[in-house]
């Protein structure tokens, strides 16, 4: 009994000391063991990687020999970082190079050093360059702060852009032609907010027809022009409209109608948006064919600017009754197609601008003029005003009184003013005074982060509000502001502006196809496959569905036309609507005609831009620029003596051309059973389409439906890829090196919920970049 009690604690210690022999030893030894740069990396670089990336000729422009050094990790950290990113898409080693054994080990051992590099060193957000609003974001600030629909990219140069992007910081600039608009475009806006403008002393009439004798049909003179129309029931035409207010249409329309016509509606559209309808007479046929016409004069507010106005029948079943008729001899009917306009009158509802300007009636005293100033500043500054903003606004108010204008034109002057200010122009981010290098942006700077980010626009009340009071920095409050934000109308931009330039559809504006080979081809065509797209991105950001769904759903949204184009029964008329697909030809992003317009030539399809297409907006790859001199395809031989893939394999037996060709036309090769405009075919002229490619690491298939399917299963490479886009867009900036650490966490949070799209937006709102900046002082780290 003795000896058990002494042995006790004896038996214990020496437990504990085994324990924590058998804890510490395999770490030792796995310390011991561990492998270095020289065991894991350095044999692959001058094996295998030197072989075309050293100092005599790299391939691409790009000499690893520079990176034959454990500290190289951290000195070229942007240089590995793309290494990695190669190797592990399989793109590098080429699939002509046999895979070297100890690649994977290589990979560990890269990964293992850049999370050890990340743990010691602090993370660094970058700084955001002050630029100006952007001309999206000019019209939309001006249209939620005051009432204003201004449209900028009629009166606005063309914004820079770069890295993809038109709303990047280190790119954008003020050409003295921009400043000039600038304080034309204010003092015009001022007065629209305000409903001051001054309207000319008698109407002003335009009228378009499609019929050169409309003018003594609708007796109505002044400025005239030609209509696109397109048969009966339909007329399109673009007019300016000089000045805010209201407008007495005069609408003309040719019809045919049935024995048993159902009432017919007509619809007056602006811009896509439907002002006016009503219902319109039907009369029974004397013969088969019977020309019935329509003339209807109504009144509807019209705003300035350049629009494309729409005259046609607004029902789903007429429409499609009118497409399938006998054509109707207009030339033989005196009565032409057409639209009208007369006016101005002054509006019968003051702009709502006003209302949001003049707070408080600034008759009553000085005390409302002060109120109404630091309102209008505060909301166009985005910020909480002072005595230092608002009391150059109240002497100019002073200064126009006394020179003889209203209070009101004084008022107006001061909103000249604001719309100048750099203050409004530019987001601007300031360091608080003994700021540290890495710090916080203030909430008030962060609710202009996000709602640039998610609505084009400046931040609401609602968002200002709770910025000024500080509890943006409550991330519960944050969370359920991103999700208002989202579920509002305004978060369209994000289809609008981010997709239309991550995907490239701002391009569908500029494309013009051979009218001779793609008779399909034409504005409403064209319009149909921006809306297929844009929709088909909104409705997978706002129903929060995997990004998956962007590589193959087995949905899409169409109208009747796009839906016949795509050789889709049981979809009639203009309306589009959600359509279940068939398993095959359709299926996610890269068979939509607009992605398919947009990467081809006028006249012929491109496995070139479409294979760099794939590799830069989905797989995050792109490929280094063309070398000067390229030789020129022989268009005239495409698709008669020579397949457009006999064309390009010949193209690639130039070594100067093989390099990046290896990578972008296999891909593009998949996506050859679309045209230039996106219709299924299953021949090249005279020859089969031979659809079948491979990604850079080798993975072969067949036709697109097998590539959508391979892309799936490269889901990480595409989720870190449109992370990246989405983050220089919500910041404003290029990805800098040190972003990669915060992409990595992002898409590795992302992974856990699903690829879901709106995580991503969660999780770019809650990164280290978009809610903290470095000092301008700060010194910027080492590349």
Same mark, same amino acid.
């Given at each position: 009994?003795?000896?058990?009690?002494?042995?006790?604690?004896?038996?214990?210690?020496?437990?504990?000391?085994?324990?924590?022999?058998?804890?510490?030893?395999?770490?030792?030894?796995?310390?011991?063991?561990?492998?270095?740069?020289?065991?894991?990396?350095?044999?692959?670089?001058?094996?295998?990687?030197?072989?075309?990336?050293?100092?005599?000729?790299?391939?691409?422009?790009?000499?690893?020999?520079?990176?034959?050094?454990?500290?190289?990790?951290?000195?070229?950290?942007?240089?590995?970082?793309?290494?990695?990113?190669?190797?592990?898409?399989?793109?590098?080693?080429?699939?002509?190079? =046999?895979?070297?054994?100890?690649?994977?080990?290589?990979?560990?051992?890269?990964?293992?050093?850049?999370?050890?590099?990340?743990?010691?060193?602090?993370?660094?957000?970058?700084?955001?360059?002050?630029?100006?609003?952007?001309?999206?974001?000019?019209?939309?600030?001006?249209?939620?702060?005051?009432?204003?629909?201004?449209?900028?990219?009629?009166?606005? =140069?063309?914004?820079?852009?770069?890295?993809?992007?038109?709303?990047?910081?280190?790119?954008?600039?003020?050409?003295?032609?921009?400043?000039?608009?600038?304080?034309?475009?204010?003092?015009?806006?001022?007065?629209?907010?305000?409903?001051?403008?001054?309207?000319?002393?008698?109407?002003?009439?335009?009228?378009?027809?499609?019929?050169?004798?409309?003018?003594?049909?609708?007796?109505?003179?002044?400025?005239?022009?030609?209509?696109?129309?397109?048969?009966?029931?339909?007329? #399109?035409?673009?007019?300016?409209?000089?000045?805010?207010?209201?407008?007495?249409?005069?609408?003309?329309?040719?019809?045919?109608?049935?024995?048993?016509?159902?009432?017919?509606?007509?619809?007056?559209?602006?811009?896509?948006?439907?002002?006016?309808?009503?219902?319109?007479?039907?009369?029974?046929?004397?013969?088969?064919?019977?020309?019935?016409?329509?003339?209807?004069?109504?009144?509807?507010?019209?705003?300035?600017?350049?629009?494309?106005?729409?005259?046609?029948?607004?029902?789903?079943?007429?429409?499609?009754?009118?497409?399938?008729?006998?054509?109707?001899?207009?030339?033989?009917?005196?009565?032409?197609?057409?639209?009208?306009?007369?006016? =101005?009158?002054?509006?019968?509802? #003051?702009?709502?601008?006003?209302?949001?300007?003049?707070?408080?009636?600034?008759?009553?005293?000085?005390?409302?003029?002060?109120?109404?100033?630091?309102?209008?500043?505060?909301?166009?500054?985005?910020?909480?005003?002072?005595?230092?903003?608002?009391?150059?606004?109240?002497?100019?108010?002073?200064?126009? &009184?006394?020179?003889?204008?209203?209070?009101?034109?004084?008022?107006?002057?001061?909103?000249?003013?604001?719309?100048?200010?750099?203050?409004?122009?530019?987001?601007? #981010?300031?360091?608080?005074?003994?700021?540290?290098?890495?710090?916080?942006?203030?909430?008030?700077?962060?609710?202009?982060?996000?709602?640039?980010?998610? @609505?084009?626009?400046?931040?609401?009340?609602?968002?200002?509000?709770?910025?000024?009071?500080?509890?943006?920095?409550?991330?519960?409050?944050?969370?359920?502001?991103?999700?208002?934000?989202?579920?509002?109308?305004?978060?369209?931009?994000?289809?609008?502006?981010?997709?239309?330039?991550?995907?490239?559809?701002?391009?569908?504006?500029?494309?013009?196809?051979?009218?001779?080979?793609?008779?399909? @081809?034409?504005?409403?065509?064209?319009?149909?496959?921006?809306?297929?797209?844009?929709?088909?991105?909104?409705?997978?950001?706002?129903?929060?569905?995997?990004?998956?769904?962007?590589?193959?759903?087995?949905?899409?949204?169409?109208? #009747?036309?796009?839906?016949?184009?795509?050789?889709?029964?049981?979809?009639?008329?203009?309306?589009?609507?959600?359509?279940?697909?068939?398993?095959?030809?359709?299926?996610?992003?890269?068979?939509?005609?607009?992605?398919?317009?947009?990467?081809?030539?006028?006249?012929?399809?491109?496995?070139?831009?479409?294979?760099?297409?794939?590799?830069?907006?989905?797989?995050?790859? %792109?490929?280094?620029? %063309?070398?000067?001199?390229?030789?020129?395809?022989?268009?005239?031989?495409?698709?008669?003596?020579?397949?457009?893939?006999?064309?390009?394999?010949?193209?690639?037996?130039?070594?100067?051309?093989?390099?990046?060709?290896?990578?972008?036309?296999?891909?593009?090769?998949?996506?050859?059973?679309?045209?230039?405009?996106?219709? @299924?075919?299953?021949?090249?002229?005279?020859?089969?389409?031979?659809?079948?490619?491979?990604? %850079?690491?080798?993975?072969?298939?067949?036709? =697109?439906?097998?590539?959508?399917?391979?892309?799936?299963?490269?889901?990480?490479?595409?989720?870190?890829?449109?992370?990246?886009?989405?983050?220089?867009?919500?910041?404003?900036?290029?990805?800098?090196?040190?972003?990669?650490?915060?992409?990595?966490?992002?898409?590795?949070?992302?992974?856990?919920?699903?690829?879901?799209? &709106?995580?991503?937006?969660?999780?770019?709102?809650?990164?280290?970049?978009?809610?903290?900046?470095?000092?301008?002082?700060?010194?910027?780290?080492?590349?």
């Amino acid at each position: 009994m003795r000896l058990a009690t002494r042995t006790g604690p004896i038996l214990l210690a020496l437990g504990c000391a085994l324990a924590f022999m058998r804890a510490q030893t395999p770490a030792a030894a796995r310390k011991e063991n561990a492998p270095s740069f020289e065991d894991a990396v350095r044999p692959v670089l001058r094996q295998t990687c030197f072989q075309c990336h050293g100092a005599q000729n790299p391939s691409g422009g790009l000499n690893l020999e520079n990176l034959d050094s454990a500290d190289s990790l951290a000195s070229h950290r942007e240089d590995w970082g793309m290494v990695l990113q190669r190797i592990k898409a399989g793109e590098m080693p080429p699939t002509t190079t =046999p895979k070297p054994a100890g690649l994977d080990r290589m990979i560990s051992y890269i990964e293992r050093q850049f999370s050890s590099l990340d743990r010691n060193t602090q993370a660094d957000p970058g700084r955001i360059t002050a630029r100006h609003l952007n001309r999206v974001e000019y019209r939309n600030t001006i249209r939620d702060l005051l009432g204003v629909d201004f449209q900028t990219a009629q009166e606005f =140069p063309v914004d820079d852009s770069g890295e993809g992007f038109d709303n990047i910081g280190d790119i954008l600039s003020v050409s003295p032609l921009l400043a000039e608009k600038y304080f034309s475009a204010a003092d015009r806006i001022a007065a629209r907010a305000l409903g001051l403008v001054k309207l000319p002393p008698k109407p002003l009439s335009a009228s378009y027809a499609d019929d050169e004798h409309y003018s003594e049909v609708v007796g109505i003179t002044g400025n005239s022009g030609s209509a696109h129309s397109a048969g009966t029931g339909f007329i #399109e035409a673009t007019h300016r409209v000089e000045y805010d207010g209201d407008y007495v249409i005069q609408a003309g329309l040719a019809g045919q109608r049935g024995a048993n016509a159902k009432p017919v509606i007509m619809g007056f559209w602006m811009d896509g948006k439907l002002l006016h309808s009503e219902e319109v007479q039907t009369t029974p046929p004397k013969t088969v064919y019977f020309g019935a016409y329509e003339r209807k004069e109504f009144k509807v507010f019209l705003p300035e600017g350049v629009h494309t106005f729409r005259l046609g029948f607004a029902n789903d079943e007429y429409a499609a009754t009118l497409s399938k008729a006998k054509a109707f001899d207009l030339k033989s009917n005196k009565y032409p197609q057409l639209i009208g306009f007369l006016g =101005p009158e002054r509006a019968a509802e #003051e702009p709502t601008g006003r209302k949001a300007i003049l707070i408080c009636d600034p008759k009553s005293g000085q005390a409302c003029v002060d109120r109404i100033l630091s309102n209008l500043a505060r909301r166009a500054y985005r910020r909480p005003v002072s005595e230092k903003d608002t009391a150059p606004l109240r002497k100019l108010v002073a200064t126009a &009184q006394n020179e003889g204008l209203s209070l009101e034109q004084a008022i107006e002057t001061a909103i000249e003013a604001v719309l100048v200010s750099p203050n409004f122009l530019f987001r601007i #981010e300031r360091d608080p005074r003994d700021a540290p290098p890495i710090h916080r942006v203030s909430d008030v700077e962060l609710a202009s982060r996000l709602s640039y980010f998610l @609505w084009s626009s400046m931040p609401d009340d609602e968002l200002l509000r709770l910025a000024e009071a500080g509890k943006l920095s409550d991330p519960k409050t944050l969370q359920a502001q991103v999700t208002r934000l989202l579920g509002d109308s305004r978060s369209a931009a994000l289809a609008d502006n981010f997709a239309g330039q991550w995907l490239e559809l701002r391009n569908l504006d500029s494309v013009k196809p051979d009218p001779d080979k793609f008779p399909e @081809w034409g504005p409403e065509m064209r319009e149909a496959m921006r809306t297929e797209t844009s929709m088909f991105f909104d409705h997978i950001l706002r129903e929060n569905q995997p990004i998956s769904d962007f590589l193959d759903a087995h949905y899409t949204f169409l109208n #009747e036309q796009l839906a016949k184009f795509y050789g889709i029964d049981g979809v009639t008329g203009a309306d589009f609507r959600r359509v279940e697909l068939a398993p095959g030809q359709r299926g996610g992003l890269l068979s939509q005609a607009s992605v398919l317009t947009v990467s081809s030539y006028p006249s012929r399809t491109s496995v070139v831009l479409r294979g760099k297409y794939i590799l830069e907006n989905i797989l995050g790859s %792109p490929p280094p620029p %063309p070398p000067a001199n390229v030789p020129a395809l022989d268009e005239d031989s495409v698709g008669t003596s020579l397949s457009l893939r006999q064309q390009m394999e010949r193209h690639r037996e130039d070594p100067t051309c093989a390099s990046c060709h290896a990578k972008m036309d296999p891909l593009g090769f998949a996506l050859e059973n679309y045209n230039a405009i996106g219709k @299924w075919r299953t021949t090249d002229g005279k020859f089969p389409v031979d659809s079948t490619g491979t990604l %850079p690491d080798g993975t072969s298939f067949t036709g =697109p439906a097998e590539m959508r399917q391979t892309l799936i299963h490269r889901l990480p490479q595409f989720a870190q890829c449109l992370t990246s886009k989405m983050l220089e867009y919500a910041l404003g900036r290029g990805i800098e090196p040190s972003d990669q650490r915060a992409i990595a966490s992002i898409t590795h949070d992302w992974e856990a919920e699903g690829y879901r799209f &709106q995580t991503l937006i969660y999780e770019i709102v809650n990164s280290l970049p978009f809610q903290n900046r470095r000092a301008e002082t700060a010194k910027e780290p080492t590349r």
